[in-house]
């Protein structure tokens, strides 16, 4: 492998400052950073609602932007909460500027839900990076239930078998570059 890093970019699908899915994607950024560079996007709130009128060859500047953003990564990394048995519609929402586009057929992806309960939201995770054609398998997805009482608010995860699993799909995730 070359001394340049893999270039990462990570999306959490929570608006909320400092949400346990951004501290999650710290955390794994953190474990990754020796061969690896993480670029953690917080910007779904900015991003303009999905318009199959507007999603043509001008789509407006924020999606040209997050768009070449996932193109010009290496891989890429989603950690979600599940709202209302849900996807939070903000990360839905930047998903569908995606759908017209080829950018995530065969990216290397990692998908994580942090949720209270989360099964429905990462069901419909994985059914849509499906349809986007993003190469994952059962090893880079990963379901953390009752977050809240798993992660401090410094990040720390305080809950050994939730340390154990994130450590187990960060392996996973480099190894899927690294082989």
Known sequence: MSSTKIKIFAITGSTRNNSSNFKILKYVSNHLKERFE???????????????????????KEIISFRNKINSADGIL?????????????????????VSTTIFSSKKTGLITASASGEMGHEQLLLIMKTLEAQFDENMQLLIQGIRGKINQDGKIVVEETATALQNFIKSFENHFLL
């Open 78 to 98: 989603i950690c979600t909460p599940e709202y209302v048995f849900s996807l939070p519609g903000s990360l839905k929402n930047a998903l569908e500027w995606c």
């Open 38 to 60: 993480v670029e953690i996007f917080e910007g779904l709130a900015a991003l303009p609602h999905f318009n199959p009128d507007l999603d043509n060859e001008n789509p407006p």
